[in-house]
Every structure is written in structure tokens, then in C-alpha cells.
């Protein structure tokens, strides 16, 4: 998104000029061919496309001291085409005369030099249904391109917006006031899920994680399918996953002093190391800054059930404590002061103060409305 302000309203104008230039081009092209009859340009263009798949395949040997038996075929192959020429074919006349041409003893490349230039009236009837399907493409193409860009504008317009309602917030306002809340309950969550991953069985803890996938707003990633079924089946299963882990490590004569199958553990939990390390309170704890109230609610419900089943009733205490943030009719001006604080930089700052950015968003949206406008205005092709 360039930050000149006009830079998309010329862009728009000139796609605009272009769609207007295609549409005439087409119309006219498509105007011409209407005039000759559509369906008779069509049966001339199959012939006249039919005969030049025979100079195509045939010219280079039939031609000169080629093969005498290609050009033999060729002979044949041009009456056959002649034969079942309609009657009432228009330019009937000129494929005869071809024909005419081709029906000597030998033939050089002048001949099927002239052969073109009789049939060059028949070629020009063609290129009239060319040159639509040509125009027609281009239009089509433009008008895609065209609603692309509305898409793309649409997207700068909230862009924009966005930046102009950080813009609009207040830094000073006292944002602790939904950040100690949030920051308090994060920290107890990841405490707490510390202590459940590293005092729990990992089969506990895996099977924990794999049911989060009933509660869409609570990301955990599922455990691997092999790692899974090895806790829930093993007796190593129930040592908490620090230990599981510790074991993985092991040589395998020590490991078998400590589980009865020390190739299943090293190949299920050895292989898992990265999932068990990066396991942890993340997909549980509330981001800063905080969502809208209206998504923070949903997400805080599924949170309640979820950190219910291992967390201690303090730390569903200061979850409840953020879902009450939710009902101060200040937490929005907060929340947008957060995100102000946190996501301007000092350039958009400067851009926001200038009015560089209103501006852009007034040209934006107008060259988004000027090129809906061109597109409602325009037929489909």
C-alpha cells in the first residue's frame, strides 16, 4: 500500500480508462461479426481452419522433390476436403480455386504462397471472429483484474480505518487497569500448567491437550498420533512427561532397566521432543492487547471449562477477574489505547498527525466506489 495518497486513484483511473477502452473494442468486434452472421463466420472458419491443417502437415514434403507418395495423400486429401465443401458455403469459390492450384504435377512453395493469398478474403472473415474472441478475452481479463482491485481497496480501506482508530485513542489513559487483570491471570495459568505438565502422567497431559479440540478458541496443536497411543498403552505412560522425556535420552542398555520396551519409547517420544518441549500454558492464556469484548467473552467461556479440568479454583478466580473487565464500559477505549501503544510506530504517528492518513482513506475509498461504479455500469462479457 504506497503512502501517497493519490497513487491509487491514478491507478484506478487508468484501469478504469482500460475497461472502457476493452468494453468499446469489444462491442465493436462483436458488432462486426453480427453483421456478417455469427454462424456463417463460424462454418467459414472451420474449413478455412481445416484446410490450413492440411498445409501445415503437408507443404514441407509434398513441395519441391519430397516424398511422392506424401504428395499423392496430399492430392487426395485436398479433393476429399473439396468434396465435402457445402454447397452454399460462402467463399466456395475461393476454396475451388485453391484446389485448382494444388492439382499439378509438382508443387513448389509459390504455389501454396498464391494458395494463401486467394484465400486471404476467407482469412479476413476469420480474423473477424478472432479478433471478438481476442477483445473478448482482454475485457474479461480487465474486469477481473478490476474486481480484485476493489477487493484490494477494500482491504486498505480497513486498513486505514483501523490505523485511524488507533489513531484516535488516548496513550495516556490508564490501560493497567485491564492489563494487571490479564497479566495476573496469565502468569498464574502458565504456573499452573507447569506444575501439571511436570507432576501429571504424560497420559494425563496428552489426553488433556487432545480434548481442547472440542473448544475451537483454545489452539493447542494435537498431539502426534504415534506419541498419543504410546501413553495411553504403555506403562511409561504414566510417568509425567519430564520423565519421559529424561528416559528418551537414555542409552538403550540403561533404558531397558527402566521400561519393558525401550525401542518403542525412543522411536514414540525421542521423535516427539519438539512437541513436549514447546508444550505449554500458551494456547490458554488471554493475548495483549486483549480482543474486542464481544470475541474475549466467547473465547473466556471455552477457557473456564477448559483450565477447570487441571487449574486450581484461584486460578479460575483470575480468569473471572478478566471476564469482568468485560462489562466496564471503559474497556474498549482501553483496549484501543493498548493497541495504539503497542502497534503505532512513529511514523504512522507522524502520518496520522500530518493527515496523511485521512487523506489517504478519503482516496482510497473513493477510488474504490469510482471503480464499483465502472463495474456495475459495464456488462459481463
Same mark, same amino acid.
Given at each position: 500500500?504506497?503512502?501517497?495518497?493519490?497513487?491509487?486513484?491514478? %491507478?484506478?483511473?487508468?484501469?478504469?480508462?482500460?475497461?472502457?477502452?476493452?468494453?468499446?473494442?469489444?462491442?465493436?468486434?462483436?458488432?462486426?461479426?453480427?453483421?456478417?452472421?455469427?454462424?456463417?463466420?463460424?462454418?467459414?472458419?472451420?474449413?478455412?481452419?481445416?484446410?490450413?491443417?492440411?498445409?501445415?502437415?503437408?507443404?514441407?514434403?509434398?513441395?519441391?522433390?519430397?516424398?511422392?507418395?506424401?504428395?499423392?495423400?496430399?492430392?487426395?486429401?485436398?479433393?476429399?476436403?473439396? %468434396?465435402?465443401?457445402?454447397?452454399?458455403?460462402?467463399?466456395?469459390?475461393?476454396?475451388?480455386?485453391?484446389?485448382?492450384?494444388?492439382?499439378?504435377?509438382?508443387?513448389?512453395?509459390?504455389?501454396?504462397?498464391?494458395?494463401?493469398?486467394?484465400?486471404?478474403?476467407?482469412?479476413?472473415?476469420?480474423?473477424?471472429?478472432?479478433?471478438?474472441?481476442?477483445?473478448?478475452?482482454?475485457?474479461?481479463?480487465?474486469?477481473?483484474?478490476?474486481?480484485?482491485?476493489?477487493?484490494?481497496?477494500?482491504?486498505?480501506?480497513?486498513?486505514?480505518?483501523?490505523?485511524?482508530?488507533?489513531?484516535?485513542?488516548?496513550?495516556?489513559?490508564?490501560?493497567?487497569?485491564?492489563?494487571?487483570?490479564?497479566?495476573?491471570?496469565?502468569?498464574?495459568?502458565?504456573?499452573?500448567?507447569?506444575?501439571?505438565?511436570?507432576?501429571?502422567?504424560?497420559?494425563?497431559?496428552?489426553?488433556?491437550?487432545?480434548? =481442547?479440540?472440542?473448544?475451537?478458541?483454545?489452539?493447542?496443536?494435537?498431539?502426534?498420533?504415534?506419541?498419543?497411543?504410546?501413553?495411553?498403552?504403555?506403562?511409561?505412560?504414566?510417568?509425567?512427561?519430564?520423565?519421559?522425556?529424561?528416559?528418551?535420552?537414555?542409552?538403550?542398555?540403561?533404558?531397558?532397566?527402566?521400561?519393558?520396551?525401550?525401542?518403542?519409547?525412543?522411536?514414540?517420544?525421542? =521423535?516427539?521432543?519438539?512437541?513436549?518441549?514447546?508444550?505449554?500454558?500458551?494456547?490458554?492464556?488471554?493475548?495483549?492487547?486483549?480482543?474486542?469484548?464481544?470475541?474475549?467473552?466467547?473465547?473466556?467461556?471455552?477457557?473456564?471449562?477448559?483450565?477447570?479440568?487441571?487449574?486450581? %479454583?484461584?486460578?479460575?478466580?483470575?480468569?473471572?477477574?478478566?471476564?469482568?473487565?468485560?462489562?466496564?464500559?471503559?474497556?474498549?477505549?482501553?483496549?484501543?489505547?493498548?493497541?495504539?501503544?503497542?502497534?503505532?510506530?512513529?511514523?504512522?504517528?507522524?502520518?496520522?498527525?500530518?493527515?496523511?492518513?485521512?487523506?489517504?482513506?478519503?482516496? =482510497?475509498?473513493?477510488?474504490?466506489?469510482?471503480?464499483?461504479?465502472?463495474?456495475?455500469?459495464?456488462?459481463?462479457?
Amino acid at each position: 500500500m504506497s503512502d501517497d495518497p493519490a497513487t491509487d486513484r491514478d %491507478d484506478v483511473a487508468e484501469l478504469i480508462a482500460d475497461l472502457d477502452a476493452a468494453h468499446d473494442a469489444y462491442e465493436r468486434a462483436t458488432a462486426r461479426v453480427d453483421e456478417r452472421d455469427e454462424a456463417q463466420l463460424q462454418r467459414i472458419a472451420d474449413h478455412y481452419e481445416e484446410l490450413q491443417s492440411l498445409f501445415d502437415r503437408y507443404e514441407e514434403e509434398a513441395t519441391g522433390d519430397g516424398d511422392f507418395k506424401v504428395f499423392i495423400e496430399f492430392q487426395e486429401a485436398m479433393a476429399q476436403f473439396i %468434396d465435402h465443401l457445402p454447397d452454399d458455403l460462402p467463399h466456395r469459390e475461393r476454396f475451388e480455386e485453391v484446389d485448382d492450384v494444388m492439382q499439378q504435377r509438382r508443387l513448389t512453395e509459390s504455389d501454396f504462397a498464391q494458395a494463401r493469398e486467394i484465400l486471404s478474403p476467407v482469412a479476413d472473415d476469420v480474423a473477424l471472429l478472432t479478433e471478438r474472441d481476442a477483445t473478448k478475452s482482454r475485457y474479461r481479463k480487465l474486469r477481473k483484474r478490476a474486481r480484485r482491485r476493489v477487493r484490494e481497496l477494500g482491504e486498505q480501506v480497513d486498513d486505514l480505518e483501523s490505523l485511524q482508530r488507533l489513531g484516535d485513542a488516548d496513550l495516556d489513559a490508564p490501560v493497567e487497569r485491564i492489563r494487571e487483570p490479564i497479566e495476573t491471570y496469565n502468569d498464574a495459568i502458565a504456573e499452573a500448567f507447569k506444575t501439571f505438565k511436570r507432576e501429571a502422567s504424560a497420559r494425563d497431559v496428552l489426553s488433556f491437550v487432545a480434548a =481442547t479440540t472440542a473448544f475451537p478458541l483454545v489452539p493447542y496443536r494435537d498431539p502426534p498420533p504415534d506419541l498419543r497411543e504410546y501413553v495411553e498403552t504403555a506403562e511409561a505412560g504414566t510417568e509425567s512427561i519430564t520423565q519421559i522425556q529424561e528416559y528418551a535420552d537414555y542409552s538403550k542398555s540403561k533404558l531397558d532397566h527402566y521400561v519393558d520396551d525401550a525401542d518403542a519409547l525412543k522411536r514414540n517420544v525421542a =521423535t516427539s521432543q519438539t512437541y513436549l518441549r514447546r508444550l505449554d500454558a500458551g494456547p490458554l492464556q488471554i493475548e495483549w492487547p486483549p480482543k474486542p469484548a464481544a470475541e474475549l467473552q466467547w473465547r473466556i467461556r471455552e477457557l473456564v471449562q477448559v483450565v477447570g479440568r487441571f487449574a486450581a %479454583d484461584d486460578v479460575i478466580e483470575r480468569l473471572r477477574d478478566v471476564r469482568d473487565l468485560l462489562g466496564d464500559e471503559d474497556f474498549e477505549r482501553l483496549r484501543q489505547s493498548a493497541r495504539a501503544r503497542e502497534q503505532l510506530t512513529e511514523e504512522q504517528r507522524e502520518r496520522l498527525a500530518s493527515g496523511a492518513v485521512a487523506e489517504k482513506l478519503a482516496n =482510497t475509498r473513493e477510488a474504490r466506489e469510482q471503480l464499483e461504479a465502472t463495474l456495475a455500469e459495464l456488462p459481463d462479457a
